[in-house]
């Protein structure tokens, strides 16, 4: 098994040569074979704007990383790389992503049954320590603590009326 902290060391200078970020990297087998995806934005960009990617700067990244993956033979079978933007509903992958978009609406999947349910949908009001607090779009909206480790899976989801609220603010 390919050790994803090692690809994530690899990739992260040349990423930074192209003033991005890594979202997520992951090594998985699908149905064609074994596929190496990284995601990528702008520093600090905004994903209901633009991930400040494009088909030049995907393109510099998966040659540059796709050299150094084969001159050190890190990975042992054979694999397709794809480098895109990770798109208006993108991951939120670490603590700092879910900070980063307060007041974003959210799906998240939870590893163990929070008041019997594992599947939320909403707003991210705050984040305090470890805990996201997030504000459910359940019948009586109520605000639900989340342990950030019970996290397994979090997107950001598109909403128009952030859109339009952004574009009533130029």
């Not at 009001?125 to 397994?152: C, M, S, W």
């Amino acid at each position: 098994m390919t050790d994803t902290a090692q690809l994530l060391f690899l990739a992260e200078p040349v990423v930074r040569r192209y003033d991005c970020e890594i979202v997520q990297l992951t090594f998985v087998r699908e149905k064609p074979g074994w596929v190496l995806r990284l995601l990528v934005e702008k520093s600090g960009s905004d994903p209901f704007v633009s991930s400040g990617i494009d088909h030049e700067i995907c393109s510099g990244i998966s040659r540059e990383f796709g050299e150094l993956l084969e001159v050190g033979e890190v990975i042992d079978k054979h694999f397709v790389l794809e480098v895109s933007s990770p798109g208006i509903e993108r991951p939120l992958t670490c603590l700092d992503d879910f900070r980063r978009f307060l007041s974003r609406r959210v799906k998240l999947k939870t590893r163990d049954a929070i008041d019997g349910k594992n599947k939320f949908t909403g707003t991210i009001q705050e984040v305090r320590h470890e805990v996201v607090f997030l504000k459910t779009d359940a019948g009586k909206k109520t605000v639900v603590e989340i342990n950030y480790d019970l996290i397994t899976r979090a997107n950001l989801v598109f909403d128009i009326r952030m859109l339009e609220k952004r574009s009533g603010e130029r």
